[in-house]
């Protein structure tokens, strides 16, 4: 069970203690950003292995992934479009 402090900031404020409150999520307080006092977004810690390194990292030879799109799958995700516009 989670036991430490929780801080939240609207979103105007936020941006002038942005600083503060990254400090804040690195030491371990739980920071809600909220907008009209409802909670939006919270920050938390990275880590090395949630970061993103960007073009190359996936780690798939060009031959598998290209195996992967088929005829048949790109009809499902065409499919899931279509019948997603339907949707008010």
Not at 74 to 79: L, N, R, T, W
Request: proline letters at 5%; hydrophobic letters at 45%.
């Amino acid at each position: 069970m989670w036991c430490g402090a929780m801080r939240q900031a609207n979103l105007y404020n936020a941006k002038a203690q942005l600083s503060e409150l990254v400090q804040a999520a690195l030491d371990g307080e739980e920071v809600w950003i909220a907008k009209a006092g409802k909670p939006l977004v919270r920050l938390v810690p990275g880590s090395p292995q949630t970061h993103l390194v960007g073009r190359g990292c996936l780690k798939i030879s060009s031959a598998d992934l290209d195996a992967a799109f088929t005829a048949s799958s790109d009809q499902a995700v065409a499919d899931l479009f279509l019948s997603s516009s339907d949707q008010p």
